[in-house]
């Protein structure tokens, strides 16, 4: 109840100031209240990337690879994954387990497509860090290749940069590429995860 009361707060604050805003904008009229409420409306509706989402609903079984250092061969395991959308169909929800580095590892995620802003957007928390994750990106026309890009703080300074490509194969398999750089060094892939939908 309390995030429904701050969506509708938000919501009213932006139908007063849109208006006086773009007053201040040469040539522009003040946008109409209904209008405006419309368009809203509009934005918040799931569309087609949040449909394709839904088809990746269900349990999955993965497998990792992770490259530590260049030219030496990676570390694998297995895990599961489990995924259900969130929010009447407005974002993916994923609870990851399985190993990182040799240890239990459990995770997080959050996706979503902003209709706003016209970007792909994640969240991800897990079992090795305090900290969440943000990443957002574009996709190939069919909307089945996304590619996300983020950063992070390093201890003792710096940013690690990152790259993902997550593909969605079918609604039984996909992957998820992960590629970083240390301190504006070359790219390198770190990992790489398949996902096959549980029988």
């Known amino acids: ?8 707060t938000t919501l009213c604050m932006a139908l007063m100031v849109s208006p006086a805003l773009a007053k201040d904008k040469k040539g522009q009229k003040p946008m109409d209240p209904e209008a405006m409420m ?19 609903v269900g349990s999955w079984t993965t497998t990792t690879r992770e490259w530590m250092e260049p030219g030496k ?3 694998e395991s297995t895990g599961t994954a489990e995924m259900k959308m969130l929010l009447d169909g ?20 959050i996706d979503g497509y902003d209709n706003m ?6 969240a991800w928390m897990d079992s090795m860090g305090t900290g969440i994750f943000l990443m957002e990106g574009t996709a190939s026309p069919d909307g089945r290749t996304i590619t996300l890009r983020g950063s992070h703080p390093e201890p003792g300074g710096g940013k690690m940069t990152h790259r993902a490509i997550w593909k969605i194969i079918d609604a039984d398999n996909q992957t998820f590429d992960m590629y970083g750089a240390h301190h504006g060094q070359k790219e390198m ?11």
Request: proline fraction near 9%.
């Open 1 to 8: 109840m309390r995030f429904l009361s701050i969506a509708v």
């Open 38 to 56: 419309e368009l809203w409306k509009q934005l918040g509706t799931p569309g087609e990337p949040h449909k394709l989402f839904a088809t990746l």
């Open 73 to 75: 061969p990676p570390m």
């Open 90 to 109: 407005r974002f993916l929800y994923q609870e990851f387990n399985g190993q990182m580095m040799g240890q239990p590892f459990n995770g997080i995620g």
């Open 117 to 122: 802003r016209k970007k792909y957007v994640t």
């Open 189 to 199: 892939k770190m990992m790489e995860i398949v996902y096959t939908r549980k029988p």
